[in-house]
């Protein structure tokens, strides 16, 4: 069974030259506020004694599943838990997401009876475990208050339940296409001791809820009554977790379905999904971001590794080129991406100053190939093999970004090519970093020579500007002529 997308009611000059660890470094190994949706209703002959879930669509299996994307596992089993469950564990840690939001479709369910599986699992890496109640065939009010009740006391003693620690230390649950039901009176029962979040952003429909998410990973792109929902969750005292994703797309799941797909551009769909998840303009930080997910492969919109060589003949779709990795390491691309907005997340909800160059535009003199043009400098990415980064050849060797208004920048950071894996020799020597109110009259703030470091931070004065530039005077130390940049960041502090 597919999932159907609900739409419509629902991102000075001190230490110069020297490395210093960005500021993201201090966030947590795992962000216990950002949860992914997690399916484990994935069933093969060798473990389950059927197929379950891959031969959706009418597809035969293990070579033809119901999914556009093939994952790295293959068709795997979700009662595989010492081999598949135990790497989606680790794949989600690696992405620094503390809390997996648990697919399940009732008591006695096949979901239901691999939970503690699950939760053994997730322990081991320590992971904690949310829920997301499905819309399982009779759900009612009254049926979802006893749910809760049943999962509370059932697996609310073990470890990797997670409860809320900055929400009374309460448990956490999703209730999936809430509108299904008028009235939620019954959960005054339970949502004193329980946060349960109602799929919606109309503020009309949330009574008797702690709160609202989104889940729909193609409403993510546009953040569609997002600055409402969140406005009010903050006046109310509720719970905000927009859902964002990488894609959607279910052709080969449900053949012949209208639904609008969502393309991944290499992962700027993701970036602007998560932009929309914490940007002010569209509601600010949230209590929690929720990923569409780790694993619903049936709709194309997951992180999970997906297999760079899937079987030939299917028309299968592949990460090739997010965020300009190639052949095995595209296939972890979106896991390592989400670790990097995971922190970023973190960071910002601890008050550290955001990158106010990501992704905003950016000019060159010039690009050693299309691929290394100057987006990649400011795309809040180093970490993607040696594509993944600014290069010139040029006479005149300039990158230039526009912040989009005039704001205050006291500190810069350059990413060289050490940085990015490539030799240090090769890092920029002699450079400037300028800035500009008009983008015609422009300032050093920095200059640096003779520099070795793979990452330099610059603290300057605090001064107003809307243009930043760097010009490389001497690009490497060791003769080489092309400038390297993986990533310039500007902060107001």
């Known amino acids: 069974?597919?999932?159907?997308?609900?739409?419509?009611?629902?991102?000075?000059?001190?230490?110069?030259?020297?490395?210093?660890?960005?500021?993201?470094?201090?966030?947590?190994?795992?962000?216990?506020?950002?949860?992914?949706?997690?399916?484990?209703?994935?069933?093969?002959?060798?473990?389950?004694?059927?197929?379950?879930?891959?031969?959706?669509?009418?597809?035969?299996?293990?070579?033809?599943?119901?999914?556009?994307?093939?994952?790295?596992?293959?068709?795997?089993?979700?009662?595989?838990?010492?081999?598949?469950?135990?790497?989606?564990?680790?794949?989600?840690?690696?992405?620094?997401?503390?809390?997996?939001?648990?697919?399940?479709?009732?008591?006695?369910?096949?979901?239901?009876?691999?939970?503690?599986?699950?939760?053994?699992?997730?322990?081991?890496?320590?992971?904690?475990?949310?829920?997301?109640?499905?819309?399982?065939?009779?759900?009612?009010?009254?049926?979802?208050?006893?749910?809760?009740?049943?999962?509370?006391?059932?697996?609310?003693?073990?470890?990797?339940?997670?409860?809320?620690?900055?929400?009374?230390?309460?448990?956490?649950?999703?209730?999936?296409?809430?509108?299904?039901?008028?009235?939620w009176s019954a959960l005054d029962q339970v949502n004193r001791d329980n946060i349960v979040l109602a799929q919606t952003t109309d503020t009309t429909k949330i009574a008797h809820f702690s709160g609202m998410y989104t889940y729909d990973a193609i409403a993510g792109a546009t953040a569609p009554g997002w600055k409402n929902a969140s406005d009010y969750a903050k006046q109310h005292g509720l719970v905000w977790a927009p859902s964002i994703g990488p894609g959607y797309v279910d052709d080969r799941a449900v053949p012949g379905n209208t639904t609008p797909t969502l393309g991944r551009a290499n992962g700027a769909t993701y970036d602007k999904e998560w932009a929309n998840a914490l940007d002010p303009a569209t509601g600010g930080l949230p209590t929690w971001v929720s990923i569409t997910s780790f694993n619903e492969w049936h709709e194309g919109s997951v992180i999970e590794p997906a297999s760079g060589t899937p079987p030939a003949g299917y028309g299968y779709q592949t990460y090739e080129g997010a965020y300009g990795r190639t052949g095995a390491a595209a296939e972890t691309a979106y896991l390592d991406r989400t670790k990097y907005w995971t922190t970023e997340f973190e960071n910002r909800r601890a008050g550290s100053p955001a990158n106010l160059a990501l992704n905003r535009p950016a000019t060159a003199d010039s690009a050693c190939a299309p691929s290394e043009g100057p987006a990649k400098a400011v795309n809040g990415s180093w970490t993607g093999g040696i594509g993944d980064k600014w290069c010139s050849l040029g006479a005149a060797k300039w990158l230039r970004l526009d912040l989009g208004s005039a704001v205050t920048v006291g500190r810069l950071v350059v990413r060289h090519a050490g940085a990015g894996g490539e030799k240090a020799s090769w890092n920029t020597r002699d450079f400037d970093l300028r800035t500009s109110i008009d983008g015609t009259t422009w300032t050093t703030v920095a200059s640096v020579r003779d520099n070795t470091a793979d990452v330099t931070t610059h603290a300057i004065t605090p001064v107003t500007a809307r243009y930043v530039r760097l010009d490389v005077l001497t690009p490497t130390g060791d003769g080489d002529r092309a400038a390297r940049v993986y990533e310039l960041e500007v902060y107001g502090r």
């Open 1 to 183: 069974m597919t999932r159907r997308i609900v739409l419509a009611l629902l991102l000075a000059a001190g230490l110069l030259g020297l490395p210093v660890s960005p500021a993201r470094a201090a966030a947590p190994d795992l962000s216990a506020n950002t949860h992914i949706f997690y399916y484990p209703w994935y069933g093969s002959p060798s473990v389950n004694g059927s197929w379950r879930h891959w031969q959706q669509g009418g597809h035969t299996p293990p070579a033809d599943i119901g999914s556009d994307l093939y994952p790295a596992l293959g068709a795997y089993d979700s009662g595989d838990v010492a081999g598949t469950v135990a790497q989606h564990m680790k794949w989600i840690r690696q992405a620094g997401v503390g809390v997996l939001v648990y697919s399940w479709w009732g008591r006695g369910s096949y979901e239901d009876t691999l939970v503690r599986r699950v939760l053994d699992a997730a322990q081991a890496q320590g992971l904690k475990v949310a829920w997301h109640l499905e819309p399982y065939e009779g759900r009612t009010a009254d049926s979802t208050v006893a749910d809760i009740r049943y999962i509370d006391a059932t697996y609310g003693g073990h470890p990797a339940f997670y409860r809320a620690a900055d929400q009374g230390n309460r448990p956490a649950f999703y209730v999936f296409e809430s509108l299904r039901v008028a009235d």
